[in-house]
């Protein structure tokens, strides 16, 4: 994708195409030594120019900020102005109807209330970059230099696999916790220790909140 940067405002920075078309904007963090508001910028448009002129635009925005991270600074899109979130809300909609789902779908997904979800894709509030980067894991936007496989979602399949991954987490926990407790099962394995009555203990506990 060849791009070009301007930054405004010291410290944001708007992402065109070679024929004047809006991208996005960042916003940077301060600047720290050899890390100047140019510098960012020139690392930005060297991201979107070199390494990926054939992805789809959410997906290349994931891509610059993870590189940019790795590189030493962290770049956040910009919401400041409505066009802005008007913008962004526009492409993250457009996604999501490729893959076949509803607002309310993933809404129920990301965790958010569908009102407020609504007002993400209508430019109404600015997401939190925690919110945005779970939204754009909900609809399987990842920092591919290829464009993104746009194929619908299982909605149902999708969610199992979200409770099942967060079980995994919680059941590690309990285990961990099960071990603190009771060190002569330190050494125990994993399975060993879930078929004891402490564990089941602790998830009939953690089941029933």
């Not at 925690?130 to 909605?155: C, S, Y």
Request: net charge positive; aromatic share 10%; glycine share 4%.
């Amino acid at each position: 994708m060849d791009v070009k940067t301007k930054i405004i405002n010291e410290n944001i920075v708007q992402v065109f195409t070679m024929e004047d078309e809006h991208v996005c904007s960042f916003e940077l963090p301060s600047e720290k030594g050899k890390l100047t508001y140019s510098y960012m910028a020139m690392r930005i448009e060297h991201l979107f120019y070199d390494d990926i002129k054939s992805a789809d635009i959410l997906s290349a925005i994931v891509y610059v900020v993870r590189r940019c991270k790795r590189g030493g600074f962290m770049p956040r899109l910009y919401f400041g102005e409505a066009e802005e979130r008007q913008h962004i809300g526009s492409l993250i909609r457009e996604v999501r109807m490729k893959r076949g789902l509803s607002s309310k779908d993933v809404a129920m997904l990301v965790g958010l209330a569908a009102p407020n979800y609504s007002r993400i894709e209508s430019g109404l509030t600015s997401p939190t970059y925690k919110t945005l980067m779970r939204i754009f894991d909900v609809l399987d936007i990842r920092m591919d230099i290829q464009p993104a496989d746009l194929t619908p979602i299982n909605v149902e399949e999708r969610a199992k696999a979200e409770r099942n991954a967060e079980w995994q987490i919680v059941s590690k926990r309990i285990i961990a916790q099960v071990r603190k407790e009771h060190p002569k099962m330190l050494f125990w394995s994993a399975k060993h220790v879930m078929e004891t009555k402490y564990y089941r203990e602790l998830v009939k506990e953690y089941k029933g909140h």
